[in-house]
Protein backbone atom coordinates (compact mmCIF):
# COMPACT_ATOMS: atom_id res chain seq x y z
CA UNK A 1 0.00 0.00 0.00
CA UNK A 2 1.21 3.55 -0.69
CA UNK A 3 1.85 6.34 1.20
CA UNK A 4 -1.11 8.28 3.15
CA UNK A 5 -1.62 12.05 2.76
CA UNK A 6 -3.91 14.31 4.03
CA UNK A 7 -5.03 16.80 2.36
CA UNK A 8 -7.77 19.60 4.12
CA UNK A 9 -10.13 16.72 5.79
CA UNK A 10 -9.07 13.98 2.93
CA UNK A 11 -6.89 11.27 3.52
CA UNK A 12 -5.97 9.52 -0.07
CA UNK A 13 -3.44 7.01 -0.90
CA UNK A 14 -0.45 7.25 -3.10
CA UNK A 15 -0.43 4.24 -5.09
CA UNK A 16 3.25 3.16 -6.03
CA UNK A 17 4.38 4.56 -9.43
CA UNK A 18 3.28 2.84 -12.48
CA UNK A 19 6.35 1.77 -14.84
CA UNK A 20 5.08 3.55 -17.46
CA UNK A 21 6.95 7.16 -18.99
CA UNK A 22 5.98 10.19 -17.10
CA UNK A 23 7.89 13.07 -18.31
CA UNK A 24 7.49 16.31 -16.53
CA UNK A 25 9.45 19.43 -18.87
CA UNK A 26 10.23 22.10 -16.13
CA UNK A 27 10.50 24.86 -18.85
CA UNK A 28 11.46 28.62 -18.51
CA UNK A 29 8.70 30.43 -20.37
CA UNK A 30 9.14 31.55 -23.90
CA UNK A 31 11.91 27.94 -24.56
CA UNK A 32 9.74 26.19 -27.47
CA UNK A 33 8.29 23.97 -24.47
CA UNK A 34 4.66 23.81 -25.87
CA UNK A 35 6.09 22.63 -29.36
CA UNK A 36 8.42 19.80 -27.53
CA UNK A 37 5.54 18.98 -25.04
CA UNK A 38 3.16 18.72 -28.18
CA UNK A 39 5.11 16.85 -30.02
CA UNK A 40 5.74 14.13 -27.74
CA UNK A 41 2.11 13.54 -26.82
CA UNK A 42 1.69 12.97 -30.18
CA UNK A 43 3.84 9.78 -30.05
CA UNK A 44 1.57 6.25 -30.12
CA UNK A 45 0.17 5.94 -26.40
CA UNK A 46 1.31 9.12 -25.37
CA UNK A 47 -1.18 11.72 -24.26
CA UNK A 48 -0.30 15.37 -22.58
CA UNK A 49 -1.49 16.09 -19.54
CA UNK A 50 -1.85 19.13 -16.82
CA UNK A 51 -0.45 18.18 -13.06
CA UNK A 52 -1.25 21.93 -11.46
CA UNK A 53 -4.60 22.79 -10.96
CA UNK A 54 -4.16 26.29 -12.30
CA UNK A 55 -2.40 29.23 -14.36
CA UNK A 56 -2.11 32.72 -14.38
CA UNK A 57 -0.33 34.73 -11.71
CA UNK A 58 -0.45 31.08 -9.50
CA UNK A 59 2.76 29.52 -9.44
CA UNK A 60 2.58 26.09 -11.08
CA UNK A 61 3.26 23.76 -8.59
CA UNK A 62 2.57 20.11 -8.67
CA UNK A 63 -0.68 18.66 -7.84
CA UNK A 64 -0.70 15.54 -6.11
CA UNK A 65 -4.36 14.67 -6.70
CA UNK A 66 -3.60 15.25 -10.50
CA UNK A 67 -0.68 13.03 -10.31
CA UNK A 68 -2.42 10.28 -8.96
CA UNK A 69 -5.07 10.48 -11.15
CA UNK A 70 -2.86 9.94 -14.28
CA UNK A 71 -0.27 7.71 -12.50
CA UNK A 72 -0.91 4.79 -14.78
CA UNK A 73 -0.75 6.60 -17.94
CA UNK A 74 1.94 7.35 -20.44
CA UNK A 75 2.19 11.17 -20.54
CA UNK A 76 4.13 14.74 -20.72
CA UNK A 77 3.41 17.66 -18.73
CA UNK A 78 5.02 20.77 -19.47
CA UNK A 79 4.74 23.35 -16.79
CA UNK A 80 6.79 26.68 -15.29
CA UNK A 81 8.02 25.16 -12.70
CA UNK A 82 10.60 25.56 -10.28
CA UNK A 83 12.89 22.88 -7.74
CA UNK A 84 11.92 22.36 -4.39
CA UNK A 85 11.98 19.19 -1.78
CA UNK A 86 8.86 18.44 -1.93
CA UNK A 87 8.52 19.02 -5.81
CA UNK A 88 11.79 16.56 -5.67
CA UNK A 89 9.47 14.60 -3.19
CA UNK A 90 6.92 13.85 -5.60
CA UNK A 91 9.27 13.29 -8.68
CA UNK A 92 10.28 10.26 -6.46
CA UNK A 93 7.05 9.19 -5.41
CA UNK A 94 5.50 9.21 -8.92
CA UNK A 95 8.27 8.25 -11.22
CA UNK A 96 8.79 11.15 -12.79
CA UNK A 97 11.02 12.05 -15.18
CA UNK A 98 11.96 15.87 -15.11
CA UNK A 99 13.51 17.82 -18.05
CA UNK A 100 14.99 20.98 -17.84
CA UNK A 101 14.08 23.23 -20.75
CA UNK A 102 16.12 26.32 -20.73
CA UNK A 103 17.21 29.32 -22.68
CA UNK A 104 20.09 32.03 -23.41
CA UNK A 105 18.63 34.48 -20.64
CA UNK A 106 19.46 37.81 -22.89
CA UNK A 107 17.12 36.53 -25.68
CA UNK A 108 14.70 35.14 -23.10
CA UNK A 109 14.22 39.37 -21.91
CA UNK A 110 13.79 40.09 -25.71
CA UNK A 111 11.38 37.59 -25.91
CA UNK A 112 9.28 38.57 -22.64
CA UNK A 113 9.04 41.93 -23.73
CA UNK A 114 7.45 40.67 -26.90
CA UNK A 115 5.26 38.88 -25.20
CA UNK A 116 4.56 41.98 -22.66
CA UNK A 117 3.69 43.88 -25.32
CA UNK A 118 1.73 41.22 -27.55
CA UNK A 119 -0.07 39.45 -24.69
CA UNK A 120 -0.12 41.25 -21.55
CA UNK A 121 -1.23 38.63 -18.76
CA UNK A 122 -0.70 38.10 -15.47
CA UNK A 123 2.47 36.00 -14.28
CA UNK A 124 3.87 35.08 -11.22
CA UNK A 125 7.50 35.29 -12.62
CA UNK A 126 7.04 39.14 -12.21
CA UNK A 127 3.82 41.99 -11.70
CA UNK A 128 3.73 44.26 -14.71
CA UNK A 129 0.70 46.90 -14.64
CA UNK A 130 -0.03 48.52 -18.28
CA UNK A 131 1.30 51.42 -17.89
CA UNK A 132 4.63 49.75 -17.67
CA UNK A 133 3.68 49.25 -21.44
CA UNK A 134 4.31 53.03 -21.78
CA UNK A 135 7.97 52.46 -21.36
CA UNK A 136 10.65 52.70 -24.28
CA UNK A 137 12.12 49.37 -25.60
CA UNK A 138 15.01 50.06 -23.33
CA UNK A 139 13.44 50.81 -20.16
CA UNK A 140 11.19 48.07 -20.78
CA UNK A 141 13.97 45.80 -21.11
CA UNK A 142 15.71 46.89 -18.09
CA UNK A 143 12.37 46.27 -15.72
CA UNK A 144 12.14 42.72 -17.08
CA UNK A 145 15.87 42.36 -15.99
CA UNK A 146 15.02 43.32 -12.98
CA UNK A 147 11.83 42.27 -12.36
CA UNK A 148 11.52 39.25 -14.32
CA UNK A 149 15.13 37.54 -14.06
CA UNK A 150 15.15 36.55 -10.65
CA UNK A 151 12.15 34.19 -11.17
CA UNK A 152 14.78 32.89 -14.12
CA UNK A 153 17.67 32.35 -12.16
CA UNK A 154 16.09 30.43 -9.33
CA UNK A 155 14.65 28.10 -11.59
CA UNK A 156 18.08 27.26 -13.02
CA UNK A 157 19.85 27.29 -9.70
CA UNK A 158 17.12 25.10 -8.14
CA UNK A 159 17.29 22.64 -10.76
CA UNK A 160 20.85 22.41 -10.61
CA UNK A 161 20.14 20.34 -7.22
CA UNK A 162 18.53 17.56 -9.09
CA UNK A 163 21.24 15.24 -10.20
CA UNK A 164 18.80 12.92 -12.20
CA UNK A 165 17.49 15.62 -14.55
CA UNK A 166 18.41 16.00 -18.02
CA UNK A 167 18.98 19.69 -19.05
CA UNK A 168 18.36 20.79 -22.63
CA UNK A 169 18.14 23.96 -24.43
CA UNK A 170 15.90 26.04 -26.65
CA UNK A 171 18.80 26.39 -29.16
CA UNK A 172 18.94 22.40 -29.89
CA UNK A 173 15.21 21.71 -29.62
CA UNK A 174 15.53 24.67 -33.20
CA UNK A 175 18.62 22.61 -34.31
CA UNK A 176 17.35 19.54 -34.21
CA UNK A 177 14.28 18.26 -32.32
CA UNK A 178 14.52 14.66 -33.08
CA UNK A 179 17.83 14.39 -31.23
CA UNK A 180 16.72 16.28 -28.10
CA UNK A 181 13.07 13.78 -28.07
CA UNK A 182 15.48 10.61 -28.55
CA UNK A 183 17.56 11.86 -25.48
CA UNK A 184 14.24 12.67 -23.61
CA UNK A 185 12.92 8.99 -24.45
CA UNK A 186 15.87 7.30 -23.70
CA UNK A 187 16.07 8.94 -20.55
CA UNK A 188 12.47 8.21 -19.46
CA UNK A 189 12.76 4.36 -20.73
CA UNK A 190 10.06 4.87 -23.15
CA UNK A 191 10.25 2.57 -26.49
CA UNK A 192 9.75 4.72 -29.65
CA UNK A 193 11.25 4.40 -33.39
CA UNK A 194 12.81 7.21 -34.80
CA UNK A 195 9.57 6.53 -37.64
CA UNK A 196 7.66 7.64 -34.34
CA UNK A 197 9.36 10.55 -33.18
CA UNK A 198 9.75 12.09 -37.18
CA UNK A 199 5.82 11.50 -37.58
CA UNK A 200 4.71 13.03 -33.99
CA UNK A 201 7.36 16.19 -35.54
CA UNK A 202 5.59 16.64 -38.61
CA UNK A 203 2.05 16.47 -37.11
CA UNK A 204 3.46 19.59 -34.37
CA UNK A 205 5.07 21.44 -37.62
CA UNK A 206 1.66 21.69 -39.22
CA UNK A 207 0.37 22.93 -35.76
CA UNK A 208 3.18 25.12 -34.45
CA UNK A 209 4.52 26.91 -37.64
CA UNK A 210 5.98 29.86 -35.69
CA UNK A 211 8.25 27.12 -33.73
CA UNK A 212 9.62 26.36 -37.29
CA UNK A 213 11.58 30.45 -37.79
CA UNK A 214 12.83 29.75 -33.95
CA UNK A 215 15.95 32.35 -33.63
CA UNK A 216 18.69 32.34 -31.21
CA UNK A 217 20.57 35.70 -30.58
CA UNK A 218 18.16 38.38 -30.47
CA UNK A 219 19.57 39.17 -27.12
CA UNK A 220 22.49 40.75 -28.41
CA UNK A 221 20.61 43.60 -29.15
CA UNK A 222 19.63 43.95 -25.38
CA UNK A 223 20.19 47.80 -24.48
CA UNK A 224 23.60 48.38 -22.13
CA UNK A 225 21.69 49.12 -19.01
CA UNK A 226 19.79 45.86 -19.11
CA UNK A 227 22.75 43.95 -20.06
CA UNK A 228 25.04 45.38 -17.40
CA UNK A 229 22.34 44.42 -14.62
CA UNK A 230 21.78 40.94 -16.33
CA UNK A 231 25.33 40.34 -16.12
CA UNK A 232 25.84 41.92 -12.58
CA UNK A 233 23.02 39.39 -11.62
CA UNK A 234 24.89 36.25 -12.81
CA UNK A 235 28.12 37.55 -10.90
CA UNK A 236 26.64 36.33 -7.88
CA UNK A 237 25.79 32.83 -9.66
CA UNK A 238 29.44 31.82 -10.93
CA UNK A 239 28.14 28.26 -11.55
CA UNK A 240 26.04 29.40 -14.73
CA UNK A 241 28.00 32.55 -15.70
CA UNK A 242 29.75 30.14 -18.05
CA UNK A 243 27.19 27.82 -19.22
CA UNK A 244 26.93 28.31 -22.79
CA UNK A 245 22.95 27.01 -22.07
CA UNK A 246 22.23 30.23 -20.58
CA UNK A 247 25.17 32.81 -21.71
CA UNK A 248 26.75 33.30 -24.68
CA UNK A 249 30.37 33.83 -25.16
CA UNK A 250 30.57 37.24 -26.28
CA UNK A 251 28.16 37.99 -23.13
CA UNK A 252 30.70 37.70 -20.44
Known sequence: MGALYLMGDAVFSALPFSRRPHILIACLPKSGSTFL??????????RRCRLTP??????????????????HRRYVAQHHLRHSDWTQQLIGTYGLTPIVLVRNLSDCVVSVCDHLRREPQSSPMSYFAPEHLDL?????????????????????????????????????????????????????????????????????????????????????????????????????????????????????
Do not use: H
Open 37 to 46: AETLGALPGM
Open 54 to 71: AWGDREQELCQIRLSRNN
Open 136 to 252: SEDELQEAVVRLTMPWYLNFCMGWRRDERALFVSYEDVVADPAVVMGKILDQAGAKYTRRDIEQALARSREKYTRFNVGVSGRGRALCAPAARALARMLDFYPEIRDDPRLVRPDER
